[in-house]
């Protein structure tokens, strides 16, 4: 079962992330030439590029409006990605299979952060259900989309620990994983990769064409 998981399974999954992101980003820019076509007579990288730096760092108005729910979705999106790419265990597993990895990070340092991740999860789902106005917006699918992103942390978590049986843990952590990475391009995660283009279709409407800033 470990072969399996670890081997066609997670070739499967990368497929489906990959294939199924690339669709979503090209239907979305195909819809953009038919209804919006004009943005494109005013294309500007350098307007693109200053959306997209101002919403990446904490340099907008969201910010300044609700500073702690901003920090908490920094740390929240640092946790989220660098937490896989630089683990230890992963660029091992990297090294063995394509004979190449990525630098690590001290086991420690993404000890401390996977279970910060898991705090920020529980979080989120607590404040989904507890404000109001957050309440009124959210969908059963946003809980299950945020379990999904945690089981992987949590089971990777207790699989490192040696947390109940270690082999079975282990499988869980990588059906958890692989589970996430598919249904990206097919839920609200998908934004991962359509937020650059969307701030960058902002930047360029408001930038290079109305003359003004949206952060």
């Known amino acids: 079962m470990y072969e399996f998981v670890r081997g066609p399974l997670l070739w499967v999954s990368f497929i489906v992330f990959f294939a199924g992101t690339v669709y979503r980003v090209t239907s979305l820019v195909a819809l953009s030439l038919k209804k919006d076509k004009v943005v494109y007579n005013h294309m500007s990288a350098g307007w693109a590029l200053r959306s997209i730096f101002h919403w990446l760092l904490p340099l907008n108005h969201t910010v300044i409006q609700y500073p ?10 640092t946790c989220l990605l660098v937490v896989p790419v630089f683990l230890l265990a992963h660029n091992t597993l990297l090294t063995e299979s394509w004979g190449f990895s990525l630098w690590g990070l ?91 283009l969307s701030r960058a279709h902002i930047g360029m409407e408001f930038g290079q064409r109305r003359g003004t800033v949206t952060w």
């Open 68 to 77: 702690f729910y901003s920090m908490v979705m920094y740390v929240f999106h």
């Open 106 to 196: 001290p086991e420690k340092a993404t000890d401390y952060m996977t279970v910060l991740m898991i705090c920020l999860c529980f979080f989120l789902i607590i404040r989904r259900a507890s404000i109001l106005y957050v309440r009124a917006v959210t969908t059963p699918i946003d809980y299950v989309l945020l379990i999904a992103v945690m089981l992987p942390f949590l089971t990777g978590y207790m699989a490192y620990h040696q947390w109940l049986a270690y082999k079975t843990m282990l499988i869980i952590h990588i059906l958890s994983g692989e589970l996430m990475l598919a249904i990206i391009p097919f839920t609200k995660l998908v934004h991962m990769g359509l937020f650059f």
